[in-house]
């Protein structure tokens, strides 16, 4: 067998051409020129926190079902007439209209847009299948190890704060109708601190152009509702979700982080990299190659606006929950009392900087890299900063930051998994609380 040969030198950080305005309404528009095929990518990233889950959940199903114009048929020909196609999601922090379409359809687009975001009318008849719809499939995701975790953690890790609950009950949803949902959009979907970036093969300048005289006239609604910062995190002892009978156990761990904007944030990246964060990682080589505990152990930075955290998931069989958090332990504490090798660091910074280049790569990474930067007050030029102090951080200030975060003391876990035979093993580890799923 041949050798793998080293990695090159990676390439130089080239950020697009651009251009940038905001209305008078509020709305910033960005334009970013990516000419590899000709279509454009276009993410609206409208500030939604605070809004009612259950009604912001049926909002993203029904937000295109029809205007007072149009049905909801007829959105979909005419987007599909320029090669186009919207969709809608939401998250705690945003609601993201998100699609793409042949370039010489671009007004096209936003006309349609423009349509929707003021004149959507959520038809009662289309509101009650997609309810329907929608209180279906959360039923069955309750059902799910990796929701009913996620669930748990979110709990632990935020409290009271509105973070701690993402996923509405289908009883909620099924309450929501046409005059909620409305008063809704009324509310909320506006363009103050609102964001569109279009990218695509396109001049910035004409594209902003287009974006102007279609969406000049969106108005409307309140200022957007500031979320409080999410808390600390407070340890505690491990939970175990009893999900009797269970033949895995679902393993998750939350530590403390630091924003993009955070002088540490480069150093935590590189350290998790090194502990868990990709398949040459120790903890991976350890639960995975070694031992052979799980199939896809992952851990990485989540970003909120209100708050930053690093997340550790692993599903385990049953019998070996205790022994891979046992190893979890070791491998966190070793990164956090020593320091990775400077190959490790070296390896690591290697998929940092291919991981940045990989995501400008395409016009959706593109576009969806400069809408979630722009959530964060932040344009494409903070790669430049990111990419410099990656390329500089040294096995001192990896080693510092996996001190200061990864620590396991800091961490708050939450087992998800049949309580009778993990809870006595992992008690002889850490003190354990227990709780029905």
Known sequence: MRPVPELGPLGELTLPDS????????????????????????????????????????????????TSQRTNLEIAAELQAVGGALGVGVDPDRLLVSGNALVSGLDRVLELLAHVLTEARYPAEEVVTERERLADRIQVARSQPSHLVRKTLLRRMFGDHPYAVQTPEPEQVRDVDTAVLRQLH??????????????????????????????????????????????????????????????????????????????????LQLANLVFGGYFSSRWVENIREDKGYTYGPHSGVEHSVAGSSL????????????????????????????????????????????????????????????????????????????????????????????SRYLAPAKAVTVVLGDATVVEAPLATLTPVTREPV
């Open 311 to 402: 997340v550790i998931a692993a599903e385990v069989a049953t019998e070996v929950t205790a022994p891979a958090l046992l190893e979890t332990y070791y491998e966190l504490g070793r990164l956090a009392n020593g320091a990775p090798t400077e190959s490790e660091l070296e390896q690591a910074r290697q998929y940092a900087l291919g991981t940045v280049q990989l995501g400008l790569a395409t016009q959706s990474g593109l576009a969806g890299l400069a809408s979630t930067y722009a959530g964060f007050g932040l344009r494409l030029d903070y790669l430049e900063h990111h990419v410099k102090a990656l390329a500089t951080a040294t096995v001192a200030d990896v080693a510092a930051a996996a």
């Open 186 to 267: 009324a509310g909320r979907v506006h363009p103050a601190g609102a964001t569109l970036v279009l990218v695509g093969d396109l001049r910035p300048a004409e594209a902003l152009a287009a974006a102007v005289r279609a969406l000049s006239d969106w108005d409307g609604g309140a200022p957007p509702v500031s979320l409080p910062a999410a808390p600390p995190l407070r340890p505690g002892p491990l939970l175990v979700a009893d999900r009797p009978d269970a033949v895995q156990s679902s393993l998750r761990m939350a530590l403390p982080a630091v924003g993009r904007t955070h002088p540490d944030h480069a150093a």
């Open 19 to 66: 251009a940038e305005q905001q209305l008078p309404n509020g709305l910033t528009v960005i334009a970013l020129r990516r000419p590899s095929v000709p279509l454009v990518e276009l993410r609206l990233r409208v500030p939604f926190g605070g809004a009612d889950l259950a009604a912001s959940s049926v909002l993203t199903q029904t937000m295109l079902s029809g």
